[in-house]
């Protein structure tokens, strides 16, 4: 009992300072958020740096407080803006979730298929996104297929690197262990592979989101008359840069949240990993 | 390995002795070294259009070393990224379109110093020749293909933030239209002319060069700059810095431009070349005959010096200039779209932002 009690105080003194460890770094974050809004906001309120390079965060806040409502320059409120670009952000990552992820899981565990797709794969995957338009354009035409497309490719790398890779480390102790236990290969696949290969899978997920936002601004540029990427186009042909910002700012905080959430799913999913640790 | 730095010493010393000696046999290269230094250098940012040619023709006819200029000429493709540079301090003096204008001289400070190229001459809303806007015919009264029935609900492949908004919202308004009455999907020209083809959209946008291209391609002009009265002039600009602190310069290169202006009057067909030649190193699409319309059609009528000094005079004190009410026709529309603020159009209409004495020191 004595033991137990012991055992409890210790896993309890640890769990505090795993606690005031998330909190410090918290802490850690807003200082260091607060610190460059501040820089920014000086740079910008003693004109160190001129309005038509740089606007202040105050202004930068107005701009999406007034975006919210107002459809000027480009035609869209934000929320428009952010649907019509997170749809095809959507599209483009479920796309390349679906193909992709049991892609890159069959190429790392049956060989032969390894050999058969890898060339390919190997020279499709340094081509940057932007060279895909002029093709795309011909062949996809300018709407919501040819934009996902470019997404789609931008996301479809790191999953299938990243869950190929995570499939191919498996413990080659547990494949074993299932053969002893008389498992056929397809089994042991879906049983001992594809659980192993996850945690480096959803990795591979969160970069090709991070990619997928960050190529929005591309794909919009290709053709639009909506989207995030659009109201940056759309401020610079204007000469807002308050508009400019709140677009990158918007983006970034999307690209934020989602990832955030990927993490909650994974944890979820991966529940046994954490546990393990 | 002593061999082998021997023998890398002396390949080293005989190069670096014919180098020299076919230095020394001349004397050229001393004198150009002293001629460079006396030369004064400026940085010059032109579109790959209309309006760039002077100043490219200016560079191969040698006008800027008559006029003792070294010049670097950086060309963008369009406003935006041409002002960003202006605002990074990568260049002093050039020409540009309305875009440019509103960005260079009423958000910054730059001042209109001449007009060049009337983009309003060259540009179009193309419609395929079977589609029913087509058939529907030509109203003259409207001054576009097509009923107001037959425009609503079109996608539109054009550039926004352009005198296309311009003409398009002149159709719109004769047609009892408004902007949102079409689908104004933003893309550059040459994407927009390969999407077209390729069966996107129901109108595109092909104006300067393209223009001619799109007449090649069987397509009909159903709305256009001339059947809309659009009048927008390009215009040149300098910074006012340069203006105040080194005016002989701006007025050199300005001679410069303007008597590469004379030289395509004179000479379109070999200006025609020449322009082939400036597209082509800049990434633009044309080919001589097409060049040699668009020479034809818009840049051997950019107003003299003498015509231009008229643009920036005032009938009376307190109205506007000829320029000035040009711009201001533009920004009303673009303030009544929401794209620019009435203080924006107000900061253009700023008498400081132009400067016509050096189109009249040009005058004989």
Redesign the interface.
């Known amino acids: 009992m004595e033991e137990r009690n012991k055992l409890e105080a210790a896993a309890g003194k640890l769990r505090f300072e795993r606690r005031r460890e998330r909190q410090k770094a918290l802490l850690l974050g807003i200082i260091s958020i607060f610190i460059f809004l501040t820089v920014w906001q000086m740079l910008c309120t003693l004109h160190i740096v001129?309005e038509?390079?740089l606007v202040s965060p105050i202004k930068v806040i107005q701009a999406i407080w007034i975006k919210a409502g107002d459809?000027?320059?480009d035609?869209n409120t934000l929320l428009q803006n952010i649907l019509s670009s997170f749809r095809l952000v959507l599209i483009g990552f479920g796309l390349a979730l679906v193909i992709g992820l049991p892609l890159g899981l069959l190429m790392g565990w049956y060989r032969p298929l390894d050999k058969f797709i890898r060339p390919i794969f190997e020279i499709i995957r340094p081509l940057p996104p932007i060279a895909w338009?002029?093709i795309v354009?011909?062949i996809l035409?300018?709407?919501t297929a040819a934009k996902s497309f470019i997404i789609f490719f931008t996301t479809f790398v790191p999953i299938v690197i990243n869950s190929y890779t995570g499939i191919r480390e498996t413990n080659q102790v547990y494949i074993n262990f299932a053969k002893t236990c008389g498992y056929s290969n397809w089994r042991i696949f879906r049983t001992v592979g594809i659980p192993s290969a996850m945690p480096l899978a959803f990795a591979g997920m969160v970069i090709a989101l991070g990619n997928g936002w960050g190529t929005l601004v591309a794909a919009e540029m290709?053709?639009?008359?909506s989207g995030l990427g659009?109201m940056i186009?759309?401020g610079?042909?204007?000469?807002r840069i308050d508009i400019i910002i709140a677009g990158m700012l918007v983006i970034g905080l999307i690209g934020l949240a989602l990832t955030a959430a990927l993490e909650l799913i994974e944890g979820y999913v991966l529940k046994w990993r954490i546990k393990e640790k | 390995m002593k061999k082998m730095k021997k023998v890398l010493a002396m390949a080293m010393a005989l190069s670096l002795g014919i180098t020299a000696g076919c230095g020394g046999g001349k004397d050229v290269p001393t004198e150009q070294t002293e001629e460079t230094t006396a030369k004064e250098k400026i940085t010059v940012s032109v579109h790959p259009s209309g309006h760039g040619l002077p100043a490219y023709v200016a560079e191969q006819n040698g006008y800027y070393e008559e006029e003792g200029l070294e010049v670097e000429t950086l060309v963008y493709i369009g406003a935006p990224p041409q002002m960003e540079a202006y605002e990074a301090g990568a260049w002093d003096i050039g020409t540009t379109g309305f875009g440019g204008i509103v960005l260079g001289v009423a958000k910054s400070s730059l001042k209109i110093i001449g007009v060049t190229i009337d983009d309003g001459t060259v540009m179009g809303l193309w419609a395929r020749p079977d589609s029913d806007i087509v058939n529907a015919g030509y109203q003259e009264e409207t001054g576009c293909y097509g009923t107001a029935e037959n425009w609503k609900d079109l996608e539109i492949l054009y550039t926004q933030g352009t005198i296309t908004d311009i003409m398009l919202t002149a159709t719109l308004e004769c047609l009892g239209l408004a902007a949102d009455d079409v689908v104004r999907t933003n893309m550059d020209s040459s994407p927009a002319f390969t999407a077209f083809q390729a069966g996107s959209g129901d109108l595109v946008q092909a104006n300067s060069s393209f223009y001619f291209n799109a007449e090649d391609a069987g397509w009909v002009p159903v709305t256009t700059g001339v059947s809309q009265e659009i009048y927008m002039p390009s215009v040149i600009v300098a910074s006012d810095k340069m203006i105040e602190e080194d005016p002989e310069t701006v007025e050199k290169w300005v001679r410069a431009y303007m008597k590469g202006v004379q030289w395509i009057k004179d000479y379109p067909e070999e200006a025609a070349e020449l322009f082939v030649e400036f597209c082509e190193e800049n990434g633009v699409a044309t080919d001589e005959a097409n060049a040699l319309k668009f020479v034809d059609a818009q840049i051997i009528k950019i107003p003299s010096p003498k015509e231009q000094t008229g643009y920036f005079k005032k009938a009376e004190e307190g109205e506007r200039t000829v320029l000035q009410e040009a711009l201001m026709k533009c920004m009303e529309t673009y303030v009544s779209m929401g794209n620019y603020t009435q203080e924006d159009a107000d900061a253009l209409m700023l008498d400081e932002n132009y400067d016509g004495s050096f189109m009249e020191g040009l005058n004989p």
Do not use: C, K
């Open positions: 001129g038509n390079v459809t000027r320059p035609g338009i002029p354009i011909v035409g300018i709407g290709l053709a639009s008359n659009y186009f759309m610079r042909s204007y000469g």
